[in-house]
């Protein structure tokens, strides 16, 4: 139970982080705010159901938008549990 919380805050933390610097970067010239947002967006959208709302608006008026956000989460949902594949594997051998 302490370990959901740590990871719903984690998670949430991350999100805003992520929405904050997209703030910023609508202003600064170096910073991508839309895509900083949009990450946000997706990240939030785990624990959030404004957050996944929203996403669903922004995938719906934006279909390239969406198959950018598709072919990001599968890249970084690879990366994350690429360890958790190899320990099954590992179990069942």
């Known amino acids: 139970m ?3 919380h740590i990871r719903r805050f ?3 933390a991350l999100g805003w982080t992520l929405i904050g610097l997209g703030v910023l970067g609508l202003f600064l ?7 900083f947002i949009l990450l946000g967006l997706y ?5 959030s159901e404004t957050a996944r ?4 608006k922004v995938r719906e008026k ?3 938008v969406d198959e950018k956000l ?3 989460g599968t890249r970084w949902r690879g990366r994350f549990h690429k360890s958790d594949r190899g320990a099954s594997s590992r179990d069942e051998g």
């Open 43 to 47: 990240v939030l959208s785990r624990e």
């Open 70 to 72: 598709e072919r990001w």
């Open 10 to 12: 984690a998670i949430l």
């Open 2 to 4: 302490v370990k959901r």
């Open 62 to 64: 934006h279909p390239s």
């Open 53 to 56: 709302h929203w996403l669903h």
């Open 29 to 35: 010239p170096f910073l991508q705010g839309i895509l």
